[in-house]
């Protein structure tokens, strides 16, 4: 999967952006559950707390690539250049092309975390719905082109029965779905991760980060055991 | 810390219950942070985790001691019994006792996560206001007295400014400033420890818990590394 | 419909629990209007202010047990003991226990008063819809296994439509439903009044009540004719 | 009280209309509490039944000129000609000739309860603030230059303050409180009886009355004791 | 269009209200889009900046007899006399006569700017639906009964898919569609030209018109090029 | 003005883009009230239509420099590129490097719009407040260093008291402010135009543009009489 979002991030860089992915040394396989989704954003905190307590962390912009997971305040904290999430990422530039959008994903119980993520953000006004098609990773991976076929269907109801006119797609990696949506439905669909690296070569140009004057300020340095986890598990 | 949460939930249980106190076996000291709330949520998840596969988990309903802190889902996914929030369940006896609240907390960077919690909650339609006094758990410890009289400031700015006519207590384990805002402020406290230990109760005296037929769901079972974390850590 | 009532409340009660039960003199045998929910109100009112002048009111909470209805602002301001409405209690314990809740409901003309009574205790972001199975009293008292059997079929089309995974029991006084409910659908349902003595219990064991700081504070003593209304009616 | 409020809705009647007043005949003399308002919305019910009892109910429309009271839904239900509550229809003339008004009311106590009404009408949102000027029925009798300066200082800070540019006088029958807001603060002034009288007019005029295919149409015919109440009182 | 919206204006008006029709001097003959409708804005603003430079304007209020179209405001800046909206005035009047009101109008792309111009005017919360029967002007023009049978056939899905007990004719000069509804579909149906003469009259009676202490206060006289239009145009 | 503006775009430009400056051949010289507003939204079609009438346009996107103004939804539909507005575009990069931000604008009547476009965009959620300096157009160029301290102290007002950590310049063409707003309050500041210019670049970059599914797909072609305007007006 990393590979499909690092493609899917490298297509949609502008010449001269270097996409570069970093994966948890630690967690789930996949996102599924409230339990992995805090798994995974311990993950990518230990992965940036390594990289800078090695003095090599050297992006520009960050961008988490799950759609509706938690992990983007407490890198806004760590971090002092721009953090994006892609369901956010997502609905901004819907709200730039349409009137109304809905979320497209695979499993009913992703539906609740992306509507919180999009509440949160203050982007749900003009979110017409966020449905699921109801396949699961395994799935997918067993059968792409139903996967795909899945997806449309359920991007369609979306325009016909909620108002949608534009389409986000609700989970990374998914190669071919937004030009089967565009094609097949007449609305335009944004994939969260192209989105993501779009708004941050964006920030990055106009030379904007992260307010440090609020809720996204450095933490106090409270004692922590065991971090970063990854070396404290052996695995740095 | 967790002696005094202990003590403040053993004072509201009723005859006939018993208080365990659980702590992460890692993790930071203190949560003032969205990292740091991360990171505690994994670190009870673990707790918790550890206990079932260890066939040693045995309460009826647990309790969550982080006032606008993550988690609560996912224990809800991962357990049968009720899982309770304190920040969530002031909020419901505050709701039932008055019309309009305020929560008073320590420091201001934790507004904004309380917010976010009674947001997602479907519970802040009678917030008044969240406010902190601005002393750190540091100062708080230096000083209880002034951080008590700093507190009850903060709650009496409520009352007059925002039109709360109830108070939550927006931080674990302070004793003494319930009875000293009812005593000064003329308004009723809630403390979070006290109101989830009251809720708990309730609902097992009622034979309810969470549902499973939604979004608290267990989760598929997706291949996990070192998991649980304590003992990949070698702390257990 | 008082005995059942009755019947509910000792069912939920704790031991050591005493339910009394109070009927106004006057009114009307069902609430199916505003008007009679008006009637209602001022006659447990009524009841309240004959204990009060009698010196006969000797409860620790008291629970009003219509769903939707009016009158539980008045009487918190008559009296220093906590004051349950069984519509806001049901919907704070199915807040406890799940994501979205509906309300199933008798008659259609009941959902409009009960989507109110949410709307103004500020529990009405989490409801996904208040649904009526079309029954009024008579035919529920005529055919009590119809009226679950239709009721059941309400709440299942609230969980498979409207994505709730709570059901709220929005009438009082029937025996067997939230079971039937609870087995039939698979989703946890709720039952206003033994909501309302669970979390009466939990006040009055955390020593809180309502607050007078605000709206519910005692009203000014305006002169009123034929108060109590059963003394002025001869039925005292 | 009364003949200030046919005062002021004869002077905003048009030519032709004729102004009849009704009283109940119990109750309270003044409005300043839930129980009180519920009491009268018993009383209005019991006189409107009374007269379609007696057959002598002949009006075209029906003003309830309590400021933030219950009964207007519950005459809804049992008349056929339009029924106007003076909250509502301040708030509709308002936002007819501006963009933001503010209420200003006599006692703090009335401004939860005038809240609550615009909400469930849905008239809130453009609502700038609920303010009063503190000052009870008594004192208002005893000093009316006093209360009219009192509520006009309300008013100019509703303007400076919370950007309102048009007044809703929250109370009835206060002469000439309209005209010293628009001389002194420089903003329309809306009275809710003169309002009202003029939107029964307009629905008179259009031959349109209340819907009776949803939660107004007439109630089922449940069993009333003591009712109407003024006859069971011996007062007719 | 304008001949049957000025006898709409007629049948609505009290005897002694004279209505005038004013058309702009240039634009488009329908208003199908958002450019349609500045261009109307502009047409409406040049009709009465031309009256007032001529010293001819003389009503007493001003109706704009576009369903959801653009203007209002800037003629609330440019005149001292009250200035109505159709949309708006017949959402008012729905909410004086029912719980819930739907707007149906004739085609799908005008559903967006109607409820814009309701959540923008604070009139949306009780809103249960626009929708539109589909037919544009031609056919409307083309087939007058089959029209009125599909917008018929829209407020019956309205009232019983959406729970709405009141329509609001969501466009101007169709003749015989309300009655049509009322008749059918068991509900009153508002007609938008005819509540804001309704109302209109109800302010000028009242001696109320719009506040010049907010937003709608004369704007700065910035140097304009070619206007008024019409003038520039050759047209006048 | 126009010329400032180009400035600030290009500044912010990437390098290969190429921005063009059309200003309207007729209208206001300043844009202070709805009636300018629409008036210049109708001179942008204008400049639009004479273009593709001419087969001239040849940009690939377009943004229209005026902050809370209309006209974004008409140029939707006449075109096929991206439209930005700099209101919504500098909202959404505010939310994607801040929590709560506030918006800084000249003229007290100014904010009204400011709200209505930021509401309307589904943007308004975490706007923490519109605010005015206080000086209009003339001030500020007789006075540019006056106007920068005016702007930047009520920066600080935002930030201070609204709890914003993010600042929104609410007017086009002012050199220096962000940059003294960052110094000066220690929060990011965001230039409208430059927001605007980036997400036209990010859209452009990823293939995006308006939905044509929808609300934004082009209008029916109504006859229009003087259209374009500039060509009736003999300007082209």
């Known amino acids: 999967m990393s590979a499909e979002i690092a493609a899917a991030a490298r297509a949609a860089a502008a010449p001269g952006t270097e996409i570069g992915i970093a994966e948890p040394a630690f967690g789930s396989v996949a996102i599924d559950s409230a339990a992995e989704s805090y798994l995974s954003a311990v993950g990518v905190m230990d992965v940036v707390a390594t990289a800078l307590a090695e003095g090599t962390f050297d992006a520009d912009a960050?961008?988490?690539?799950?759609?509706?997971?938690?992990?983007?305040?407490?890198?806004q904290?760590?971090?002092?250049?721009?953090?994006?999430?892609?369901?956010?990422?997502?609905?901004?530039?819907?709200?730039?092309i349409g009137r109304r959008f809905s979320v497209v994903t695979t499993l009913a119980r992703s539906i609740a975390?992306?509507?919180d993520r999009l509440l949160l953000a203050g982007l749900a006004a003009h979110c017409a719905s966020v449905r699921a098609c109801g396949l699961g990773t395994a799935e997918v991976d067993a059968d792409p082109d139903g996967a795909v076929a899945a997806i449309v269907a359920e991007a369609a109801?979306?325009?016909?029965?909620?108002?949608a006119d534009v389409i986000c797609l609700g989970c990374a990696g998914m190669a071919g779905v937004t030009e089967a949506i565009s094609a097949t439905v007449g609305v335009p669909c944004v994939d969260g991760v192209a989105a993501a690296v779009g708004l941050?070569?964006?920030l990055v140009g106009l030379g904007l980060s992260t307010s440090k004057a609020g809720v996204y300020a450095a933490g106090p340095d409270n004692p922590r055991s065991h971090w970063p986890m990854s070396a404290a598990l052996g695995l740095r």
Chains 1, 2, 3, 4, 5, 6 share one sequence.
């Open 200 to 202: 941050a070569q964006m």
């Open 113 to 115: 975390p992306i509507e």
């Open 62 to 75: 960050v961008v988490l690539a799950g759609f509706g997971e938690h992990g983007k305040d407490a890198l």
């Open 157 to 163: 109801r979306a325009v016909r029965e909620d108002g």
């Open 77 to 96: 904290e760590m971090l002092d250049v721009p953090v994006l999430d892609i369901a956010e990422s997502a609905a901004h530039v819907a709200l730039l």
